[in-house]
């Protein structure tokens, strides 16, 4: 069945640091989503890529999808302390709908 | 605010016991997930439905889960019997049914069995 690997597991950084995830894929995807689980809470979707090479921005974070559809990642430039949580990519393969997450790459920020 | 409702947000229970988590995904949604969350194994998927017709429950254990929707406003997630293993986080999410759909999590019901 699909797979989906994300690394690292755990990344901690010092405020003002950049952090980077990535998630690679054993088959390819239509789609790939990445949510965002605050401590004690649950995921909380930021977005969605869906074309080969396709880069999105929201403020400081540049997400990625691969050119073969197959990987991706999630950058943010100088974090911040509410930037702490587990970073998740889900992707959708040929079943319709169906999604399938990463382990998630827990950040902690330190001020 | 449109929002997933699960319930009840806390279960303990002893091995053995049945136990029932509800959802209430979002009006004019038309798929439902039900995730669990550990921190060996992440969020697992563990059926999925689609105008209330399961199409994928392969990452549930059949011999003691099972799912249903019983209507459009409802999704169950039972277990039965339970054991200490079942103990996580199930978190049931809907989306609108559209490919590549964001989905809406509820917050999630933690179990402990003990």
């Known amino acids: 069945g699909q797979q989906v690997m994300q690394i690292p597991q755990y990344q901690h950084v010092q405020e003002g640091e950049d952090f980077t995830t990535y998630c690679n894929s054993s088959?390819?995807?239509?789609?790939i989503q990445w949510y965002k689980q605050r401590p004690g809470g649950h995921p909380v979707f930021l977005i969605q890529l869906v074309k080969s090479g396709e880069v999105k921005k929201q403020k400081r974070l540049t997400f990625q999808f691969g050119e073969a559809k197959k990987n991706s990642s999630l950058h943010i430039t100088a974090t911040q302390t509410t930037d702490v949580g587990t970073y998740f990519c889900a992707g959708s393969g040929t079943s319709y709908g169906k999604l399938t997450f990463g382990q998630g790459t827990i950040l902690t920020v330190h001020p | 605010d449109a929002r997933v409702t699960q319930t009840p947000r806390h279960k303990v229970t002893e091995m053995g016991q049945e136990v029932t988590m509800r959802c209430q995904p979002i009006?004019?949604?038309?798929?439902v997930f039900w995730y669990r969350q550990t921190m060996m194994q992440g969020l697992e998927l563990l059926a999925y439905?689609?105008?209330?017709?399961?199409?994928?429950d392969s990452g549930m254990p059949k011999d003691r889960f099972s799912a249903e929707m019983p209507d459009a406003t409802l999704a169950t997630l039972k277990i039965q019997p339970s054991e200490p293993r079942d103990s996580a986080v199930y978190f049931c999410?809907?989306?609108?049914?559209?490919?590549?759909?964001?989905?809406?999590f509820g917050s999630g019901t933690q179990l402990s069995v003990l």
């Open positions: 088959t390819t995807l239509s789609n």
């Open positions: 999410a809907s989306g609108p049914g559209s490919l590549g759909e964001k989905l809406f």
């Open positions: 009006l004019g949604h038309n798929t």
């Open positions: 439905f689609r105008n209330r017709a399961p199409l994928d």
